[in-house]
C-alpha cells in the first residue's frame, strides 16, 4: 500500500511537447511537494502546496504548472518540454511545513 | 549558493566496520537536520533527524552527530551491512521552512 506514488514512472517524449506527472498520497498529510533531481544528483525544491495553496514557488519555468485538486493530488503539468527538463522529478509529502518528507519513487522523464 | 555540502561524492567501507558520512552546511539559521538514504529507481526514505536544540540523536546502528559551532554534521553507522550500500543524503530547514538537500554521497558496504 504505497504512501506517496506518482505516475508514470519514465516519461518520454519528444521537445515540444506538453506533458503531465501525478502525484498522489494515502497519508492525511497536508503539504505536498515537487523536487526535481538534475544531472548533478540535487534535489531541489520546484513547488509546495499547503492545504491546496500554493506557499513555495521556486525560481521555475513558468511551463511548470503544479496543481492541487485536493490535500492528497500535486499533479505537475510541463508545456513545450525542453532538452533541460530531462531529469528525476519527485513528489513528496509532509505534516505540516518543513518536517519529515515522504518521497513518492520518482518520474524519469527524458526528453528527445 | 549550495547551502548543505557533502564533500565525499562517494564512501567505500568493509562489512562490520564503521560508515562515517559528512555534511557542512553555511546557513546559522537551520534548526533541523535529516539524513535520508536512496536506493537506486526509488525515491528517498528517511532515515534520522536532529534538532539543533540537540548534538547527538541515535537510533539503532545510526546516530547522527551535530556541532552547531562548526556547522558540521555527521552520520555514523555502526556495524555497516551491505543492504546499507545507498546514496546518502543530507539535509536542512530554517523554521519550518523548505528542506535544502545535499548533493548526496554513494556509500558501498563490501562483503
Known amino acids: 500500500d504505497t504512501a506517496v506514488s506518482q505516475t508514470p514512472k519514465y516519461l518520454v517524449t519528444q521537445m515540444g511537447n506538453d506533458k503531465s506527472i501525478k502525484c498522489e498520497q494515502n497519508?492525511?498529510?497536508?503539504?505536498m511537494y515537487w523536487y526535481k533531481q538534475d544531472s548533478k544528483k540535487f534535489l531541489k525544491i520546484m513547488f509546495s502546496?499547503?492545504?491546496?495553496?500554493?506557499?513555495i514557488n521556486e525560481t521555475v519555468p513558468n511551463r511548470f504548472s503544479p496543481k492541487s485538486p485536493d490535500k492528497a493530488h500535486l499533479n505537475l503539468h510541463i508545456n513545450s518540454l525542453e532538452l533541460g527538463d530531462s531529469a528525476v522529478y519527485f513528489c513528496?509529502?509532509?505534516?505540516?511545513?518543513?518536517?519529515?518528507?515522504?518521497f513518492g519513487s520518482g518520474t524519469q522523464l527524458s526528453v528527445l | 549558493d549550495q547551502q548543505v555540502k557533502q564533500n565525499s561524492p562517494s564512501l567505500s567501507v568493509q562489512e562490520g566496520r564503521i560508515s562515517i558520512l559528512n555534511c557542512d552546511y553555511t546557513?546559522?539559521?537551520?534548526?533541523?537536520f535529516l539524513w535520508y538514504k536512496k536506493y537506486p529507481a526509488e525515491g528517498p526514505t528517511f532515515l534520522i533527524s536532529?534538532?539543533?536544540?540537540?548534538d547527538k540523536n541515535e537510533d539503532g546502528r545510526f546516530t547522527v552527530f551535530l556541532n552547531k559551532s562548526a556547522k558540521h554534521l555527521s552520520l555514523h553507522i555502526v556495524p555497516s551491512q551491505p543492504g546499507d550500500s545507498a546514496v546518502y543524503f543530507c539535509?536542512?530547514?530554517?523554521?519550518?521552512?523548505?528542506?535544502?538537500f545535499g548533493a548526496g554521497t554513494i556509500l558501498r558496504v563490501k562483503s
Open positions: 539535509a536542512a530547514s530554517a523554521r519550518g521552512n523548505k528542506l535544502v
Open positions: 513528496a509529502s509532509s505534516l505540516g511545513r518543513g518536517g519529515k518528507l515522504f
Open positions: 546557513n546559522s539559521m537551520f534548526d533541523y
Open positions: 497519508l492525511g498529510h497536508d503539504t
Open positions: 536532529i534538532s539543533s536544540i540537540k
Open positions: 502546496y499547503n492545504n491546496k495553496e500554493l506557499i
